[in-house]
């Protein structure tokens, strides 16, 4: 073991001195407040005045919004800028594209497609580096050493056929000690065979997408299996859920660690072994919480995360509205961290849904009507219409539908309720219900507000 970690730390370093940044990450999680506050300041600079200067689409942007005085950049009117989002990533994609690409060892990723449109999006090594970092660091939170045993139960649909076995992917995978399992379409057979091979493996940590490994614990409950108990489980995309995140800890025995981040600008907070919030990576990223009309949240109020990377240079996303909804915490964590503290990330844009009066109502309400309905294997809260909401559902097999119309009756009631009594609400039986092709899990999609 002690070899492979070696080895991998030697290719990390060759790749772009990752352990360094690591280190660096290790020394700034502990900065004081006004200290950190400078470190983001400075590095936020750097990228606005890089982008002034080489990315097309941002040079009238940063001049009109007054950011540009004298060619210097002045961040007291950063707040101005407008937002950036994927309808403008698409439709101005040469143009966000910084004009030195030539100099930079850049490449091209996609948007994960949660909601069905990913987008294209140049990424570089250096951005690369700065990610696999925060994620040195993350783990450490966690008890996760370079070298310990992993298992990772992910599951994309482009993972599934973008990294088929290769010599070159099972020997990066060997060298970091982890077992790769992957998850798109988990069958009963599969769950059992994952469950055979993580308690065969013995992992120290499971890194899973949230929705899998939940799956994955409600199997073997309902099976009554034994399961090895790793150090730590790190969950990321999709939303942690209370109750998802009992289960997973009362079957595996082991604590859930939350970690948030994306494709566009990888991984931006994750929690501690305090488990009071999710530390933003104020060095690598910007975050900000706003309302429907632009102005920030305060804290404990739920608003809209808008993003800005401070480590991709190749294209610049500032200000970017990655489509999910959170809250900041009341408080700081007690572990000392100066950090910024997410209170929660509640879901997507697109899970809230609104009425006919135009209130917004979270689909966590949804979801909370079906925590305690066990002939409910899986189900999905879809607003078709203003006055129309649609409820798949995938019900275990020892249970009719036409024996529990007292509980459709009840959810239907409860639906109304926020929804308005002239609301129609369909329930449809189906075989199955698909992720998107990111692999994740949605519980509430809001076709309104899409």
């Given amino acids: 073991m002690k070899l492979k970690s070696y080895l991998w730390k030697k290719r990390l370093d060759l790749q772009g001195n990752v352990t360094g940044k690591a280190n660096q990450l290790r020394e700034w999680q502990w900065l004081p407040k006004r200290e950190l506050h400078a470190l983001q300041n400075d590095r936020l600079s750097k990228l606005l005045q890089h982008a002034y200067e080489y990315v097309p689409y941002y040079t009238d942007i940063l001049e009109h919004s007054g950011a540009v005085r004298n060619g210097h950049i002045v961040l007291d009117q950063f707040g101005d800028l407008p937002l950036l989002d994927k309808s403008i ?3 101005y994609a ?5 004009t030195d690409l030539d100099e930079r060892r850049w490449y091209k990723n996609t948007s994960g497609g949660s909601t069905g449109e990913p987008v294209e999006l140049i990424q570089d090594q250096a951005y690369h580096n700065w990610m696999q970092a925060i994620k040195i660091l993350d783990d450490e939170w966690s008890g996760q050493k370079i070298g310990d045993r ?61 929705e ?105 996303l500032i200000r970017y509205r990655i489509g999910d909804m959170g809250a900041w915490a009341e408080e700081d964590c007690s ?8 209170k929660e990330v509640t879901g997507r844009v697109t899970d809230t849904f609104k009425n006919k009066h135009g209130t917004q109502v979270h689909g966590e309400y949804f979801t909370h ?17 203003i006055d129309c909401i649609r409820i798949l559902l995938v019900v275990k097999q020892d249970h009719q539908l036409a024996m529990k119309q007292n509980e459709i009756l009840q959810i239907q009631d409860k639906v109304r309720l926020v929804m308005g009594e002239d609301c129609e609400v369909q329930f449809t039986v189906v075989d199955e219900i698909k992720p998107t092709a990111s692999g994740k899990y949605r519980y509430t999609i809001s076709k309104v507000n899409a």
């Fill in 369 to 385: 009507l079906f925590y305690f309905q066990n002939w409910v294997d899986k189900f999905q809260v879809i607003q078709e219409r």
């Fill in 212 to 316: 899998s490994i939940y799956e994955l614990a409600r199997y073997m409950e309902e099976q009554q299996l034994l399961v090895h108990s790793p150090h730590a489980i790190m969950c990321s995309a999709g939303t942690l859920h209370p109750h998802m995140r009992q289960v997973i800890e009362r079957v595996f025995q082991a604590k859930v660690f939350n970690r948030y981040g994306s494709r566009e600008v990888g991984d931006i907070a994750c929690e501690c072994d305090h488990h009071q919030g999710l530390h933003v990576s104020s060095p690598t990223h910007m975050v900000e919480i706003v309302r429907s009309d632009g102005s920030p949240c305060e804290r404990g109020e739920v608003g809209e995360i808008v993003v800005t990377s401070l480590v991709n240079f190749s294209m610049p």
């Fill in 94 to 98: 040469k143009a966000l594209t910084s």
């Fill in 150 to 210: 992993i298992v990772k139960l992910w599951g994309s649909e482009r993972d599934l056929f973008a990294h088929r076995k290769s010599v070159k992917v099972e020997l990066a995978r060997w060298l970091r000690n982890e077992l790769a399992l992957n998850t798109f379409r988990m069958t009963v057979k599969e769950k059992q065979q994952y469950a055979d091979q993580i308690n065969a493996y013995k992992p120290n940590q499971i890194l899973a997408y949230v």
């Fill in 335 to 342: 572990c000392g961290r100066a950090y910024p503290l997410l």
């Fill in 89 to 91: 990533l698409r439709r």
